[in-house]
């Protein structure tokens, strides 16, 4: 791993809130636009099982399911710095909120207002050890072909009872994050991830593709029509469990309509040996700006 967390700065398209749509809305997309009968059945059991042949796969499919990285002293660990930095016991990272700070009366009305945590590494000692994982570190880099830079950390949360979606994207399609050469994201489980509250759904074999344009729609996303539904894979994972993916890969979290949390984290590493692409190259691939097309 080389470097410490990059703060890339460079201008592009930035992750904002999503739109609010009504809980009818909300079932209606989640309906159309993810598919909930087909789950993903390959998984590695634990970091030490990484084989070569997983990267070979990793390459082909462009993901990979660690089902254990985490120990349960790892995960509550994280999720007691999670609270202290939603409740800002933990000063120094970043919170978005779906609603006005004024509007927050009490700390249930807050937790379920955070949608994202960021740029916390620096502040939070347990948060940062997962982020600098050896056995993680380990498989990015046998991913990457390259020394692994942290580029972007997340803490991804879904309340109970509406936690919005997150629709179907790529994620270098996101301001600081069009390497030339493909990224590889870590989505981590601190909460069991299911069908009912929220897990990642994925497009295998989508990176293969390249980079498609991105509209601000409900969030900055793929088209809805350019989605291709029927491929849509679910990735439930127990507390603890990995996602890695390519950062072309296509994918989207759909509501939580459960009574329970979803809370993941997220973090994105890039070859410690690319560069970003230039701002014209960025729109050109992830924009219609030079084409018009319209969703």
Known sequence: MTGQPDRNKE??????????????????IARKFYRYDQVAAERIPRTGDFREEHSRRYKDQGYLIIDQLLA????????QEV?????????????????????????EERERA???????????????????????IRIVERLLGDKARLVGEQGLLKPPFGGAEKPWHQDMAYGGLFFKKQIVTVWIA??????????MHIIPRSHLGGGVPHYMIRDWQMCDAHVDVER????????????????????????????????ALQFRYA??????????????????????AEC
Do not use: W
């Not at 809130?17 to 809305?25: D, H, L, N, P, Q």
């Not at 609270?83 to 700390?107: M, Y």
């Not at 601190?190 to 897990?199: F, H, M, V, Y």
């Open 114 to 136: 955070v949608r994202k945590i960021y740029q916390y590494v620096d502040y939070a000692p347990a948060l940062r050890s997962i982020a600098f994982h050896p056995e993680l």
């Open 83 to 107: 609270s202290d930095i939603i409740h800002q016991k933990l000063k120094g990272p970043r919170v978005q909120l779906s609603r006005p700070e004024s509007e927050l009366k009490t700390p």
């Open 271 to 292: 070859p410690a040996s690319s560069e970003l692409m230039s701002k014209e190259a960025f729109r050109l691939m992830f924009t219609n700006e030079f084409t018009d």
């Open 232 to 263: 849509d894979v679910a990735v439930p994972l127990a507390p603890g469990g990995a996602l890695f993916f390519s950062g072309l890969l296509h994918h989207g979290t759909p509501a939580n309509f459960s009574a329970k949390k979803r809370r």
């Open 72 to 79: 349960r002293e790892e995960i509550d660990a994280a999720l």
């Open 190 to 199: 601190l909460d069991e991830a299911g069908l009912d509250n929220g897990c």
């Open 11 to 28: 201008p592009g398209i930035r992750e904002s809130g999503t739109v609010k749509v009504s809980a009818e809305e909300a079932r209606e």
